[in-house]
């Protein structure tokens, strides 16, 4: 029977093969005639060849092989990357420290104004990755001082954590408190940084087969925007061994590292906590599509506790 699990597991990266451009040059054997070209030669005009002598079949490009090496390690790492645990995936920030201080750069526009591409731009500026001490995760600004929201499990007993920023920008956050019931706790930033907080939606306007998406740092990736549909709402699930709890059921691949992240409706409007996933491998594992998020109300409540030192 397939159970929800609190943490995503241990974060695990793809190794990724570097491989060489088609255009590269190909060795030559000391003392031998040049390589056949691995490319089939430019079509011209004119009669066509003769049939006498067959037209031998060029090898495979070496690029294919090294593609070939690279789904192989992509599938490897994602595999291997599934062990249950409190920690939530890696941070790996795409400027690290050496991002610019300042405000993040302004999110795209999208190709469609209406659509789920768009509704990613305005989000990723305002989700952020997590590190206290050895547990990772991802978190969002919630709140107009720019107070992050993510889960209990995430920071586990620490006081303070680093965020970094979509922009890749590191900052110190301290940890103003947790209610590992609900599991969510709240951090709150030194000194001034830019994203603005999310659109708060209500996960009782949810209805099955509404459009989501789940955004956060799986398997060490930050800014991963994964899409699915709403499978269920208020199902009854035990986070950490604890109570039974309503959360939103949803397909939209949740693993290592999402832990915290946002759920967002296609208007961008955040609709729960991503925190836990129903898993085959009693040891843990990656998505198989039932994923599950703290509902929003619950989460802001269980943070307004917090703040106001309830």
């Known amino acids: 029977m397939t159970h929800a699990r609190t943490g995503l597991g241990e974060p695990r990266g793809p190794a990724f093969t570097e491989g060489g451009h088609p255009g590269a040059a190909l060795p ?8 056949a ?3 089939p030669p430019p079509v011209t005009a004119g009669p066509p060849a003769s049939t006498d002598t067959p037209t031998p079949t060029p090898p495979p490009a070496p690029r294919r092989a090294a593609n070939r090496a690279l789904a192989a390690a992509v599938v490897s790492a994602v595999l291997a990357g599934g062990a249950a645990g409190f920690a939530a995936g890696g941070i790996r920030a795409g400027g690290g420290e050496e991002a610019a201080a300042g405000a993040p750069p302004p999110a795209a526009a999208g190709r469609n104004p209406g659509g789920l591409d768009s509704v990613a731009a305005r989000v990723l500026p305002s989700v952020v990755s997590v590190q206290a001490g050895e547990r990772q995760g991802s978190g969002f600004v919630f709140d107009d001082r720019g107070r992050i929201l993510t889960n209990a499990h995430v920071v586990g007993g620490a006081t303070g954590a680093t965020v970094v920023l979509h922009s890749g920008r590191r900052v110190d956050a301290e940890v103003l408190g947790r209610n590992t019931g609900r599991d969510v706790a709240v951090l709150e930033v030194a000194g001034a940084y830019a994203p603005r907080a999310l659109p708060m939606g209500r996960s009782a306007d949810l209805s099955v087969a509404d459009s989501v ?9 930050s800014g991963t925007v994964t899409s699915g ?8 699930v035990s986070l950490g061994g604890g109570a039974q709890q309503r959360a ?63």
């Open 28 to 35: 030559r054997p000391a003392g031998g005639p040049p390589p």
């Open 37 to 39: 070209s691995p490319y």
């Open 213 to 221: 998406l789940a955004i956060g740092s799986p398997l060490g990736l």
């Open 229 to 236: 549909i709403v499978s269920a709402v208020d199902r009854e």
């Open 248 to 310: 939103v059921q949803t397909d939209a691949s949740i693993n290592p590292g999402n832990s915290g992240g946002p759920l967002v409706d296609a208007r961008g409007r955040v609709v729960g906590i991503n925190t836990a996933i129903a898993s085959l491998d009693p040891g843990g594992g990656g998505s198989i599509g039932i994923g599950f998020a703290v509902p929003v109300e619950d989460a802001v409540r269980a943070a307004d506790s917090i703040i106001d030192g309830d």
